[in-house]
């Protein structure tokens, strides 16, 4: 099966200038989530759908990110204005949960790698 | 909430010999998965093994096998007849196995990590 796919593998921004992140998930999937890896550190989820539909956004910084999900596929992260801490790496994954909670596949892509200077 | 801990940054062993990553984790749920992920240079987050919590049998992948001590709240990841391309950043992580009517929203909890180096 493909895996999951990201875009761009690398950016590198000035200060207060936006970015822009693209994930297209395993199909099938229904749950896709975005995580922050700062250098040294483990993941951190910022946000995730279920379908099209957002579950947690709980520890993503509204004031400067936002993320959308289309017809329940491929979805986007956008930083604006992107600030020095948000120099990261963003990890798109998606999994296939049945309703009882039964995983089936939980799957990384490659991540993007964000440096703002 | 949940917390996982990861208290060895960096580990380094012999190609061909033994080694064990230690991890523990709090939570209240009693029913969850964990889990442990390679992360090469490569940065793609992969899957090593996952275990079960309602299962007492530790589970093993061929040379990487698990010690699951639910009271002790600790899981250890234990890697046999090291490989070169076993060199890589390793994560513990925790997951709620709840039914998503019950707020299973598979959210995954990362400890901070330990570089393992394996040396020829």
């Known amino acids: 099966e493909a895996g999951v796919a990201q875009s761009p593998r690398y950016k590198i921004i000035e200060k207060r200038q936006s970015v822009a992140f693209w994930c297209n998930p395993i199909?099938?999937?229904?749950?896709l989530y975005w995580y922050q890896q700062i250098l040294g550190q483990g993941p951190k989820l910022l946000i995730q759908?279920?379908?099209?539909?957002?579950?947690?956004d709980s520890q993503l910084p509204k004031d400067r990110f936002s993320a959308e999900r289309l017809k329940g596929v491929d979805s986007t992260l956008k930083i604006q204005p992107a600030k020095l801490e948000d120099s990261a790496v963003y990890l798109c994954?998606?999994?296939?949960?049945?309703?009882?909670?039964?995983?089936?596949?939980?799957?990384f892509g490659s991540g993007t790698r964000l440096t703002v200077v | 909430a949940q917390t996982v801990t990861q208290s060895q940054p960096e580990m380094s062993v012999q190609e061909a010999e033994t080694v064990t990553l230690s991890c523990t984790y709090d939570t209240s749920e009693n029913n969850y998965y964990l889990f442990w992920y390679k992360q090469p240079p490569s940065r793609q987050m992969i899957l090593v093994i996952r275990?079960?919590?309602?299962?007492?049998q530790n589970a093993t992948e061929n040379r990487f096998s698990v010690n699951f001590q639910k009271a002790a709240k600790s899981f250890s990841l234990k890697i046999s007849d090291s490989q070169l391309g076993d060199t890589a950043m390793y994560f513990c992580?925790?997951?709620?196995?709840?039914?998503?009517?019950?707020?299973?929203?598979?959210?995954?909890?990362f400890g901070q990590g330990t570089t393992l180096q394996v040396k020829p």
């Open positions: 199909s099938g999937h229904a749950t």
């Open positions: 992580a925790f997951m709620k196995l709840l039914g998503l009517l019950s707020g299973n929203t598979g959210k995954l909890i």
């Open positions: 994954a998606s999994s296939l949960l049945s309703p009882q909670g039964t995983l089936y596949g939980y799957t």
């Open positions: 759908f279920q379908n099209n539909g957002v579950v947690d």
């Open positions: 275990q079960e919590a309602y299962k007492q």
